[in-house]
């Protein structure tokens, strides 16, 4: 036998800790209370009329790391108001406003929108943000929200 298999002082990995059987998604996400938009400021913002300000607030902390599930769908709701408040023909203009980042934090909570089962009218509107969102961003928005690991 060789003398350097007696040594085992090479194996500094611990290859059990990879075990598939073993892995939690959800391990990276620290419960953090008080994560949402500003319900407040984003109701302001709608009664004094401020569509824009409203969505670009509503987009300004989403919940993506906390568990609460009633958390994200508050918020959820609260972005859905504010893409109702839109006329169609506002849709692209406010599209146009909002950067790649603000793109894909809207675009998760148009598909979360959709998955909470709102009514014709509510999807209508989704889908005409939906359609603007994939005009200016691509399908590299589409991806981006459907690979990313933090979910709504």
């Excluded at 508050?74 to 408040?85: G, N």
């Excluded at 692209?92 to 009218?121: R, W």
């Amino acid at each position: 036998m060789a003398k350097n298999m007696q040594n085992t002082s090479y194996r500094k990995l611990d290859v059990d800790a990879f075990d598939p059987e073993q892995y939690d998604e959800n391990d990276e996400t620290v419960d953090t209370p008080g994560l949402g938009p500003d319900e407040r400021a984003v109701q302001g913002y709608l009664s004094s009329n401020r569509l824009d300000d409203a969505l670009h607030a509503s987009l300004v902390s989403p919940p993506l790391k906390t568990k609460d599930q009633n958390v994200k769908d508050r918020a959820t709701l609260l972005v859905t108001k504010v893409l109702q408040s839109f006329k169609n023909a506002e849709i692209e203009q406010a599209v146009s406003k909002l950067s790649i980042d603000e793109g894909d934090i809207l675009m998760k909570y148009v598909y979360k929108a959709m998955e909470l089962g709102s009514d014709a009218a509510v999807c209508q509107s989704l889908l005409a943000w939906h359609a603007q969102l994939v005009a200016k961003f691509g399908h590299g928005a589409i991806m981006r929200v459907f690979s990313g690991r933090q979910r709504l």
